[in-house]
C-alpha cells in the first residue's frame, strides 16, 4: 500500500497508481464548480519548498492545495543562499520545526526528496528531482490517457526526447509499465541513457520505427542547452529527426494522442498546429494535474502524523 | 627500550612465506626472535591467540587533510585512525592546503608525521606545481625532503604530454608516479558509476570507459619511458585487464584496490546515501569480480583505502555538490576479510598485498617478520563482530558507507617500532 511518502512512482504498485487516479477523478469535479473550495484539508499546513524554479508546477500544486482549504505556504530558498554549502538536510530540518503537515520538494538533483523526506517528521511528495522522478506528472499523463482512452492496458505509449535528462520520462516509464501499456522510447542516441532497457522499455533511434502502432506519443521538452553541446548538432536537425508534426504522426495509430508536460518549445519538440490543436491532449494534460495534486495532497497529507503510526525509522 | 612478546598466533610473513603458529619477539625497535614458546622474561605480553601475527599494513593511498583541512582531519588523528585500523604506515597524498609540491611542506608533513602520529607518514608530492597539470615540481628536491612518490591523485594530469614529461622526469629520481585515472571530458558531470542504477536514479554517469582510456594512456606513456607507474584504487574490469597485458609484455607497472571496490557495487547509491560516492565511483557488479580476480592473481598489487575524510556539513549536501570520498583505515580488514572467507584468496596471500607489496613497492621498510628487520607488526582477529560506527573511531570524519553495519574481523593490537600504539581493549595508545 501507499507509503507516508510520494518519491517516485517506482515505489508505487499498480494498486496504488489506480486509487490516486480514481481519487483525482473525484477531486476533478471540484474544478467545476462555481465555488472551487473543499474543507478537507482545513487547518493543515503544506509547503511547496521549491530549491528549482518552477512556475507551472508550483501553482499547480498551490491550487491544489487551496481547493481543499489547506493553507499553502511556498518556500523559494534563493539559488544564491542555497548554492553552495547550505546543507539541504539543515534547510529541511528549519522547515520541520514548523511542523508542516506536509512538503512538497522540488530539487535540481536527483535524491533530495528522498534524502529530505529520511530526516523530516512530515510526509514529503516529490515535485521533481533531477532527472530522477517526477511523480505526479506522470500520474496525471496516466490519469490523461485513461480519460481519452478509456483503459491504459495494452496501449503502446512512445516517448520521444530527451530521456537522459528527463524525469518525466523515468517516472512514466515506470507508471506505464505498472499499468500494463508497452513502453518505447525514441531519442538521439546520446540522449538514451545507460541501460535504459532494463527497466523494460523498447528503445529506438528511428522516430519512424518507435511511432509505428502507437496510441500514445508523448513529446518531451529538451533544453535549449542540450541543443547546442555535443549532445545533438542543432535545432534543425533535432526538429527534422526527432520534432513530431501531422505527417509523422501518421505513423502511429489513426486515434492517436499527443502530450507534452509542456512548456512546449513549438516548432522544435512539437509543430505548431500540434502544440494547440487535437490530437494535442495537452490542456487536459494541465486541468488534470491539479486534480492528481488535490488527490496526492488529500491522501498523503490527510493521514496522521508520524509519531501516531508507531516505529517508522 | 622494552621487550614484547607476541604470543601464540598465526604468523603470516608473505615475505618468508611463512604460515605457522607461533611467537614473535621484539626487543627495542626490532624483531629479535620468532619461533614456539619464546622465552618471554622481562617482556609484556601481547596475546595473539586465535589471531593472526603480520607486518604491519601499510596503506599507499590517504588523504589526511594536513596542512589546510584540519576539520575534516590532520596527521595526528589520521593516524590515530590508521593503527586502530591495523595500518603501521600510510603515504598521504599531496592535495593540502598548501599544496605538497615543494619541499617546506614535504618537511612539515613529515615533521607532524613523526611528532602526532602513531602510525609511520610517508608524503606522496605533487607531480605537477599546484596540481596545475602544468610544470612538473621539483622532484629532486622533494626526494631529498622525504617525498616518496609522485601524484596529482584526484586532479588527473589530462594533458598527455605533461603526464609523459612527468615520467620522463621521474626517471631522474627513479620515482614512482601515481596516477588516479580518469579522464576529465569522459566523466563530464558523472557522480556516479554510467549503469542501469544510475538511469534509475537519474544521477549523471560517470562510465568506467573514463578510467579505461587514461590507464591504457598512461601505460602506453609508461612503456615508452621506462619510468614507474601505479595506477591508483583500479575500479574497472577492463582497467584490470589492460594492467594485466602491459604486466605481461614487462612495462614498470604497479597498481592497488580500494576496499569498497572489492566489496560494493553502485547499487549502494540506490538510497543516494552521499557515503557511497567516490572517485572512481563504486562500479558494477562485474566491475568488481574483475577487481577481485586482479587482486587474487597479483594484477592489482596492493590494497589501499583511499581514506578520504570529509565532515558532516559537506557530505549533508545533495549528491551533486557533496564531495566525493570515504574514510578506510578502521573498515578496511573486515571489509577485505570477505576475499578470505569466501575462499578467493589465503590469509598469506592477503596479509602480502596489505603489507609486503606496497612497502617493497614504495622501497620503505617493513612487511616483513624476518628477525632484524622493523618492528612493525599487527594482530588481526579474523572472527571478531563489532558494530562499527563512525563515531566511535579515531577520524576527525564520519562519511563511511559502512557506518552501522556488523562487521566481521578486527585489528587486536598494533605495534609500530616495537610500540604497541593500539589495542583493541585500550585504545589508541601513545601519542
Not at chain 1, 297 to 308: E, I, N, Q
Not at chain 2, 392 to 410: D, E, H, T
Request: charged residues 25%; proline residues 5%.
Amino acid at each position: 500500500m501507499i507509503g507516508r511518502d510520494l518519491i517516485g512512482i517506482e515505489d508505487l504498485d499498480r494498486g496504488d497508481i489506480e486509487r490516486i487516479l480514481d481519487t483525482a477523478e473525484r477531486m476533478r469535479e471540484v474544478g467545476n464548480r462555481v465555488v472551487k473550495k473543499v474543507p478537507t484539508l482545513r487547518g493543515r499546513t503544506i509547503v511547496n519548498l521549491f530549491f528549482e524554479a518552477s512556475t507551472r508546477t508550483r501553482a499547480s500544486f498551490e491550487i491544489a492545495g487551496k481547493r481543499l482549504s489547506a493553507d499553502v505556504v511556498n518556500f523559494s530558498p534563493s539559488s544564491s543562499s542555497l548554492k553552495k554549502s547550505e546543507s539541504i538536510l539543515d534547510t529541511a530540518r528549519t522547515l520541520d520545526a514548523m511542523d508542516p503537515d506536509l512538503v512538497v520538494v522540488r530539487h535540481a538533483v536527483a535524491g533530495v526528496p528522498k534524502r529530505i523526506a529520511d530526516v523530516l517528521y512530515a510526509p514529503v511528495v516529490n515535485a521533481g528531482d533531477g532527472a530522477h522522478e517526477h511523480p505526479t506528472q506522470a500520474l496525471l499523463d496516466m490519469l490523461t490517457v485513461r480519460q481519452v482512452k478509456e483503459r491504459i492496458e495494452g496501449l503502446t505509449v512512445t516517448i520521444v526526447g530527451d530521456i537522459l535528462h528527463s524525469r518525466v520520462a523515468r517516472s512514466n516509464i515506470h507508471g506505464f509499465l505498472k499499468m500494463g501499456a508497452e513502453v518505447r522510447i525514441a531519442a538521439p542516441p546520446p540522449m538514451i541513457p545507460a541501460g535504459i532497457e532494463s527497466l523494460g522499455v523498447k528503445v529506438f533511434t528511428s522516430l519512424r520505427d518507435a511511432l509505428s502502432g502507437a496510441d500514445v506519443v508523448m513529446a518531451l521538452r529538451i533544453q535549449n542547452e542540450r541543443l547546442t553541446g555535443s549532445y545533438v548538432p542543432s535545432i534543425r536537425e533535432y526538429s527534422a529527426t526527432f520534432g513530431i508534426d501531422r505527417a509523422k504522426l501518421h505513423y502511429a495509430k489513426d486515434d492517436v494522442i499527443v502530450m507534452h508536460p509542456g512548456p512546449v518549445n513549438r516548432g522544435v519538440e512539437l509543430s505548431h498546429e500540434l502544440t494547440d490543436d487535437r490530437p494535442s491532449v495537452i490542456l487536459d494534460q494541465v486541468r488534470n494535474g491539479v486534480a492528481i495534486r488535490m488527490a496526492v495532497l488529500y491522501l498523503f497529507a490527510g493521514r496522521a502524523p508520524r509519531s501516531d503510526l508507531g516505529e517508522l525509522d | 627500550m622494552s621487550r614484547i612478546l607476541v604470543r601464540g598466533g598465526r604468523i603470516l610473513d608473505p615475505a618468508t612465506d611463512r604460515d605457522e603458529i607461533g611467537d614473535i619477539l621484539i626487543d627495542g625497535d626490532q624483531i629479535a626472535a620468532v619461533g614456539e614458546s619464546l622465552d618471554a622474561r622481562g617482556a609484556e605480553i601481547v596475546d595473539a591467540e586465535g589471531g593472526w601475527i603480520a607486518p604491519g599494513f601499510f596503506d599507499m593511498h590517504a588523504h589526511l587533510r594536513e596542512p589546510g583541512q584540519e576539520y575534516k582531519e590532520d596527521i595526528a588523528s589520521g593516524g590515530r585512525s590508521a593503527v586502530a585500523g591495523g595500518f603501521t604506515s600510510v603515504a598521504c597524498m599531496a592535495n593540502t592546503h598548501p599544496v605538497n609540491d615543494d619541499p617546506a611542506t614535504t618537511d612539515f608533513i613529515l615533521d607532524r608525521g613523526e611528532h602526532d602520529s602513531p602510525a609511520r607518514i610517508y608524503p606522496i608530492a605533487a607531480a605537477t606545481r599546484g596540481l596545475a597539470g602544468e610544470i612538473v615540481t621539483e622532484m629532486s628536491a622533494l626526494v631529498d625532503a622525504g617525498a616518496i612518490a609522485f601524484s596529482d591523485d584526484g586532479r588527473t594530469i589530462q594533458s598527455g604530454g605533461v603526464m609523459r614529461h612527468v615520467l620522463e622526469y621521474s626517471k631522474l629520481v627513479d620515482g614512482l608516479v601515481i596516477v588516479h585515472a580518469e579522464d576529465c571530458s569522459l566523466v563530464g558531470a558523472g557522480v556516479m558509476n554510467e549503469g542501469p542504477v544510475s538511469t534509475r536514479l537519474g544521477l549523471p554517469g560517470n562510465p568506467s570507459i573514463a578510467e579505461d582510456v587514461l590507464v591504457m594512456r598512461d601505460l602506453m606513456l609508461a612503456e615508452l619511458t621506462g619510468a614507474r607507474l601505479h595506477v591508483a584504487h583500479v575500479s574497472s574490469a577492463v582497467s584490470v585487464e589492460a594492467i594485466r597485458k602491459a604486466k605481461e609484455r614487462g612495462v614498470s607497472v604497479t597498481a592497488e584496490v580500494a576496499p569498497h571496490h572489492l566489496t560494493l557495487t553502485d547499487e549502494a547509491t540506490l538510497g543516494f546515501d552521499t557515503n557511497t560516492k567516490v572517485a572512481p565511483p563504486l562500479r558494477s557488479a562485474a566491475d568488481v569480480a574483475a577487481c577481485r580476480r586482479g587482486l587474487v592473481d597479483g594484477t592489482l598489487d596492493a590494497i589501499a583505502t583511499d581514506h578520504a575524510p570529509h565532515a558532516l556539513h559537506e557530505k549533508d549536501l545533495d549528491f551533486v555538490e557533496a564531495p566525493p570520498g570515504l574514510i578506510g583505515f578502521e573498515t578496511a580488514v573486515p571489509v577485505v576479510l570477505d576475499l578470505v572467507r569466501k575462499g578467493e584468496i589465503t590469509p598469506l596471500e592477503l596479509v602480502r598485498r596489505l603489507s609486503t607489496n606496497p612497502a617493497r613497492i614504495l622501497r620503505r621498510p617493513g612487511g616483513d617478520l624476518a628477525v632484524g628487520s622493523i618492528a612493525d607488526i599487527v594482530i588481526v582477529d579474523p572472527e571478531r563482530s563489532w558494530l562499527y560506527d563512525p563515531a566511535k573511531g579515531y577520524s576527525k570524519s564520519r562519511n563511511s558507507p559502512w557506518a552501522g553495519k556488523m562487521m566481521q574481523g578486527r585489528t587486536v593490537a598494533t605495534i609500530v617500532g616495537g610500540r604497541l600504539v593500539y589495542h583493541v581493549d585500550k585504545g589508541v595508545l601513545v601519542p
